[in-house]
């Protein structure tokens, strides 16, 4: 029996030594969240790594985890994760010529919209050209007959 206790009190130490040695460092957590509020999961695409549940998203942060171990700085980490991914990786990519497009394309969109609408407002509406006076008078006649027909009921 006494072996028994001396057996379970060692298996309960091996289980609080393990859960210690597993247990997430809170400040290294914080800054592996940090990071990833800035990396956009590739598999979502509207939502950071640190948001989304994806398995990717997951292995990114692992690597950001594994990254902030190894002793890297943040922009190396930016830097290994845009080789990797290209700028579309990063939450808020960096104007260049490969991203020009995505920065200001809906202001280029807008206004193209705006001058269309100037234009088409600027125009008025067009004028219907005036019916010859036959096709009037028959018109008239057409008018006059509806009228007739209400009357009469």
Known sequence: ???????????????????????P???????????SQELRCLVCQNQTIADSHADLAVDLRNQV?????QGMADKDIY???VQRYGDFVL?????????????FGPFL???GGLVLLGFKLARGRPQAAPLPPAEMQRAANLLAATTDLKEEK
């Not at 809170?26 to 990071?35: D, G, K, S, T, W």
């Not at 939450?91 to 920065?103: D, F, K, M």
Request: charged residues 15%; positive net charge; glycine residues 0%.
């Open 1 to 23: 029996m006494l072996k028994f206790l001396f057996a379970l009190a060692l298996l309960a130490l091996s289980c609080v030594a393990q859960a210690q040695a597993t247990a």
């Open 25 to 35: 460092d809170p400040a290294l957590e914080r800054h592996v969240m940090a990071i």
């Open 65 to 69: 985890r594994e990254k902030l171990q």
């Open 79 to 81: 830097d290994y994760m």
């Open 91 to 103: 939450y808020r990519p960096p104007v260049n010529n490969s991203t020009w497009l995505l920065w």
């Open 109 to 111: 969109l807008m206004l």
